[in-house]
């Protein structure tokens, strides 16, 4: 029998799977040949995040900035004399923490695919493609459309973007610096990235679940940024959830990562929020076995835990993720005269890729700012209310 099934082999998966292994057996599931493919992931993370991953990957680039590009032609710059942000591959992020997980003493089982759960008598069976295993609890990390989630009772996390990307041989100018477009003619419920590494540029984008698939955008954004002609040598999309899902436990079960829809509704980051809630459910799970009790109403500590913990960013990033959803074109135009009549880029130099709300936050702590924005954020909220 094992101490815990995790399903799925990505970073979330490995990375709860390398904090218990050390004391308990681990077993990990992952429907997929490999580690880290299909890639699904910008790749560009913090470089907090890098160092809870508790890996090493290449840094392709660093990042100072972005040139933030408004509907109406106005252009915000924001640049730290510090590096915000590392670009990395997803994929070899991925590789890697599987290796970490099963240094730590974690089993994983390739090209085995998880199909259901049942608890009784205080255990779990998991059946796969490639059997039935015993647990004492079985932990989705198996992405926004976790098939452990749905076993828990039809629990998807609740709203979502689609999002594409491409690599081309085109290098950029500025190498500290990304490109964010907005508006909603290129990216209606998201934005757009254009990222520098070298003789190549990554460029993608997500758009509301309510517009369509992303790949008609793609092709308007690489024709308005000048790249339509450029050869592209790399491809991936892939769903992104931005609010958490109804609950994230169960009897013997827990939910993390994208499969929880631990994922910062700002920015669409999901590593950061997953390594964090790997810290809380790794100590929950331990608790459990201590006392021998595996029921939801012990792991309803893991979600309270993983709330107090971040809870309060993930909370304040939805109300601003809601509120961007409603601006219309001319509100964010708005937003960006008053940003720049009032000189607030300093503020937007100092973001925290990890915890963006702080920016809004101390834009709000400036009086006229606030007066300014008001009007429009004021607006949007109704219009979110709908």
Same mark, same amino acid.
């Given at each position: 029998?094992?101490?815990a099934?995790v399903v799925g082999?990505?970073p979330a998966?490995?990375k709860?799977a ?5 004391? &308990?057996d681990?077993?990990?599931l992952?429907?997929?040949a %490999?580690s880290g493919?299909?890639m699904q992931?910008?790749g ?7 160092g809870?991953?508790?890996?090493r990957?290449?840094?392709l680039n660093?990042l &100072?900035?972005?040139?933030?590009h408004f509907?109406g032609g106005?252009v %915000? ?7 915000k942000?590392?670009?990395?591959? @997803?994929d +070899? ?5 599987a290796?970490e997980?099963?240094?730590?003493g974690?089993e994983? @089982?390739?090209?085995?695919?998880y199909?259901?759960?049942t608890v ?7 059946e796969t493609?490639?059997?039935?295993? +015993?647990?004492?609890?079985v932990?989705?990390a198996d992405?926004h459309?976790?098939a ?7 629990n998807p996390?609740r ?5 594409i990307?491409?690599?081309l041989e085109?290098?950029m100018?500025e190498q500290d610096m ?11 419920g998201?934005f757009t990235?254009?990222i520098p590494?070298?003789? @190549? ?7 509301g679940?309510?517009?369509g698939?992303?790949a008609?955008?793609?092709?308007r954004?690489l024709a308005?940024?000048?790249l +339509? ?5 790399g491809?991936?999309s892939?769903?992104?959830p ?6 994230t436990?169960?009897?013997?079960s827990?939910l993390?990562?994208d499969?929880a829809?631990h ?5 669409g980051?999901?590593l ?7 810290? %809380?459910?790794?100590? %929950?799970?331990?608790?459990a076995?201590?006392?021998?009790d ?9 979600e ?8 309060? +960013?993930?909370?304040?990033?939805r109300?601003?993720?809601r509120l961007y959803?409603?601006a219309?074109?001319?509100d964010?135009?708005r937003?960006?005269e008053?940003?720049?009549r @009032?000189?607030?880029s300093e503020i937007?130099?100092?973001i925290?890729?990890?915890?963006p709300s702080k920016?809004a936050m101390?834009v709000l ?11 429009t954020?004021l607006r949007?909220f109704l219009?979110?209310?709908?």
């Amino acid at each position: 029998m094992w101490d815990a099934v995790v399903v799925g082999a990505g970073p979330a998966g490995c990375k709860v799977a390398a904090d218990l292994a050390g004391t &308990h057996d681990v077993l990990v599931l992952e429907e997929h040949a %490999v580690s880290g493919i299909p890639m699904q992931c910008t790749g560009l993370l913090s470089h907090e995040a890098i160092g809870m991953s508790g890996v090493r990957p290449r840094i392709l680039n660093e990042l &100072h900035g972005a040139h933030v590009h408004f509907p109406g032609g106005a252009v %915000v710059t924001a640049r730290s004399r510090e590096p915000k942000a590392a670009l990395v591959m @997803r994929d +070899e992020v991925d590789s890697l923490m599987a290796s970490e997980a099963k240094a730590a003493g974690a089993e994983i @089982r390739y090209s085995e695919r998880y199909l259901g759960h049942t608890v009784r008598d205080g255990l779990v069976s998991v059946e796969t493609t490639g059997g039935r295993y +015993e647990a004492k609890a079985v932990i989705g990390a198996d992405g926004h459309r976790s098939a452990v989630s749905m076993a828990m009772g039809n629990n998807p996390p609740r709203y979502f973007v689609r999002g594409i990307q491409v690599d081309l041989e085109h290098a950029m100018g500025e190498q500290d610096m990304m490109v964010i477009r907005l508006g909603s003619s290129l990216a209606p419920g998201f934005f757009t990235w254009q990222i520098p590494f070298g003789e @190549r540029t990554r460029v993608g984008l997500a758009v509301g679940s309510g517009y369509g698939p992303p790949a008609p955008y793609l092709k308007r954004l690489l024709a308005e940024s000048g790249l +339509e002609s450029a050869r592209v040598v790399g491809k991936h999309s892939g769903i992104i959830p931005l609010e958490y899902a109804r609950k994230t436990y169960g009897d013997g079960s827990m939910l993390i990562g994208d499969s929880a829809g631990h994922v910062k509704p700002v920015s669409g980051g999901g590593l950061h929020p997953a390594f964090v809630a790997s810290g %809380v459910l790794s100590r %929950v799970f331990r608790e459990a076995d201590s006392r021998g009790d595996f029921s939801a109403g012990f792991l309803s500590a893991y979600e309270r835990g993983w709330k107090r913990a971040m809870g309060g +960013e993930l909370g304040r990033g939805r109300l601003l993720r809601r509120l961007y959803d409603a601006a219309t074109d001319a509100d964010l135009d708005r937003a960006a005269e008053i940003v720049e009549r @009032r000189g607030l880029s300093e503020i937007l130099d100092g973001i925290d890729l990890d915890r963006p709300s702080k920016v809004a936050m101390a834009v709000l702590a400036r009086p006229l700012a606030a007066l300014g924005l008001l009007p429009t954020a004021l607006r949007c909220f109704l219009g979110a209310l709908r």
